[in-house]
């Protein structure tokens, strides 16, 4: 089990394994000014509930980025259309499944990835290992992709940029998800997400944060 942090809002408790710092930087600045105010407020009262309430260590996020993703969801889910389902995605998805994760490597390019079969529809969740909270960080693959497939993931990841090249998605998702390229171990998950590719078979997307779901 990685060393998560613990979420604490009016929500029932979660632990956070992902939380990208990046996406929080973009996104939260594009908020309405008359929104933003509320919001502001909002995340210091979370930061002070997460600072008295989890353990301060050298792997945990500050306090105010699980905050920031706190209340960044609550924003989203609130844009009428916006969050989509993993059947149907809008502008972001949001959704539970049971997923193998880990950090596949290969010369300079890394890319966190998190993937599995979701009611047929092959989901895969792409970012930098840089947001991987804890022990969740050392979650190695046992083998990388091809480099050069690796390496145009962690481009469409860190740009979040939607559409590319479909076949180069859906060849990267079949080999990440063939037997022995992630470790087996699955964990069942919440997240909220960017979609960067979808169609009837593969769903690509990089997350914002991925937790620990409660059901």
Sequence with gaps: MPNIFKRSSNRPLQ????????KLEILIPQIPARLLRSL???????????????????????????????????????????????????????????LQYGVMQDYAAELAFFGGVVDGVKLALIGSPASL?????????????????????????????????????????????SAGVLPPTRLRLEFLAKPLFHNLRVLVATPIYVALADD
């Design 40 to 98: 502001e407020a909002e995340i210091k009262i979370n930061v002070a509930a997460f600072a008295a309430g989890v353990k301060k260590t050298a792997s945990a996020p500050p306090p105010e980025l699980a905050a920031k993703a706190v209340v960044l969801s609550d924003y989203l889910e609130k844009q009428s259309g916006w969050v989509g389902t993993l059947a149907d995605p809008g502008r972001y998805v949001k959704g539970v499944a049971s």
């Design 133 to 177: 909270i804890g022990a969740a960080a050392d979650t190695a693959a046992n083998h990388s992709l091809d480099y050069y497939v690796l390496k145009f993931l962690r481009q469409q990841a860190e740009n979040a940029r939607e559409g590319g090249d479909g076949a180069s998605y859906e060849t990267a998702v079949d080999g990440a998800l």
């Design 15 to 22: 632990y956070f394994v992902y939380i990208s710092q990046t």
